[in-house]
């Protein structure tokens, strides 16, 4: 079973960053496939970072693109949101997600988040206004 905590959410003005962290816990292997996802208020969650460490592979929903980074301390068991030129269109409830059963890139870029294999944070709330 695997545990996940976000945290390093909060408010923020237009323009400004914030790091998120998600700590993994209570397993016995290595997830390859892991990523954020966010969901507004009345809308559905979506992705918006993959990371396959599997072969470092990485990608980012358009409109986050140039904006935020996906990243992964191992010796940490920690993954990492670095979230710049924050826009209120960012406000969420962010989620750190895992899936061990997804074992190739393709997969995992595919079909993160929306298998019953699929790990789930609590979320962190991100707020942007002024």
């Known amino acids: 079973q695997v545990q996940l905590a976000e945290s390093g959410g909060g408010p923020v003005q237009p323009g400004g960053s914030l790091r998120l962290s998600c700590v993994a816990s209570?397993?016995?292997?290595?997830?390859?496939?892991m990523g954020w996802f966010r969901q507004a208020p009345g809308k559905k969650r979506e992705a918006v970072a993959f990371?396959?460490?599997?072969?470092?592979?990485?990608d980012y929903a358009d409109p986050v693109k140039g904006r935020f980074t996906i990243s992964r301390d191992n010796a940490k068991n920690t993954m990492y949101l670095e979230m710049n030129s924050l826009q209120p269109e960012d406000t969420g409830m962010y989620y750190c997600?895992?899936?061990?059963?997804?074992?190739?890139?393709?997969?995992?870029?595919?079909?993160?988040?929306?298998?019953?294999?699929?790990?789930w944070g609590q979320g962190t709330q991100v707020t942007v206004s002024s």
């Open positions: 990371l396959y460490t599997g072969s470092g592979a990485i």
């Open positions: 209570g397993y016995t292997y290595t997830s390859n496939c």
């Open positions: 997600a895992q899936d061990p059963k997804l074992g190739t890139r393709r997969l995992c870029f595919e079909a993160l988040g929306s298998r019953q294999s699929t790990y």
